[in-house]
């Protein structure tokens, strides 16, 4: 079945650290791949996606880009900040549109 | 103009006790889901609808059940709840031919 695996967590960076965290799926067929985040205390939002091989989503200077030869879509940014501090989920989503999330990383910032 | 909201926020309730997590989403969405978040934050999806009709039926006791009523409301009744029901449940929505899901806040429920 479809899966996605990601780092575990915490991850603890000080501030303008560069972030990297590693996502991996596996799928039938060609997913879209995407990330979100979860600040404290509210729901999940999308951060970026990719809907094909090669594609590079970014936002807010994250960035993630869409390999097939590796199924991967890891997360990464030059320069986090303390506002970065969230929970990030990596997910697919294939044509049935059934979206599966990875375990989330947790990311603290320090000043 | 809150996009999709749940209600109530809080919920902290005794076991066996019955109750509702309400959902409503203003983006013209026809698809509806629940997840259930553990304290690890891993998030797992419960059910899904479209256009009223149930879709996703993951592996969830029957105690739960979910009620759409029309397409921008999604709802989901919990009985005889039991303390491992404590979790964040969320509601998310999306259209049909895009695949991002917009999330609610959230409902946090505690049962002691």
């Known amino acids: 079945g479809n899966s996605v695996t990601q780092m575990e967590g915490p991850v603890t960076l000080s501030e303008e650290a560069f972030l990297t965290i590693n996502c991996t799926y596996t799928a039938t067929g060609y997913p879209s791949l995407f990330w979100y985040v979860q600040y404290p205390g509210e729901g999940l939002q999308l951060l970026l996606k990719?809907?094909?091989?090669?594609d590079k989503g970014s936002n807010k200077g994250f960035e993630a880009t869409y390999r097939k030869e590796t199924t991967s879509f890891h997360l990464e940014k030059g320069s986090v900040q303390v506002s970065d501090s969230a929970v990030y989920f990596c997910?697919?989503?294939?044509?049935?549109?059934?979206?599966?999330f990875g375990a989330g990383t947790r990311l603290t910032v320090k000043p | 103009d809150t996009a999709v909201s749940q209600t109530p926020k809080y919920l902290v309730t005794q076991m066996g006790n019955d109750k509702s997590i309400k959902c409503e989403q203003n983006l013209g969405h026809d698809t509806m889901y629940w997840y259930k978040q553990d304290s690890k934050k891993f998030l797992k999806i419960m059910f899904s609808y479209n256009n009223k009709e149930l879709i996703i039926n993951e592996t969830v006791p029957n105690r739960f059940s979910p009620k759409s009523p029309d397409k921008a409301h999604l709802n989901l009744h919990i009985n005889s709840l039991e303390l491992g029901d404590s979790a964040v449940y969320f509601c998310?929505?999306?259209?049909?031919?895009?695949?991002?899901?917009?999330f609610g806040p959230g409902t946090r429920l505690l049962v002691l």
């Open positions: 998310a929505s999306r259209t049909s031919g895009e695949e991002t899901q917009y």
């Open positions: 990719a809907t094909k091989a090669d």
């Open positions: 997910a697919l989503s294939t044509n049935n549109n059934d979206m599966r």
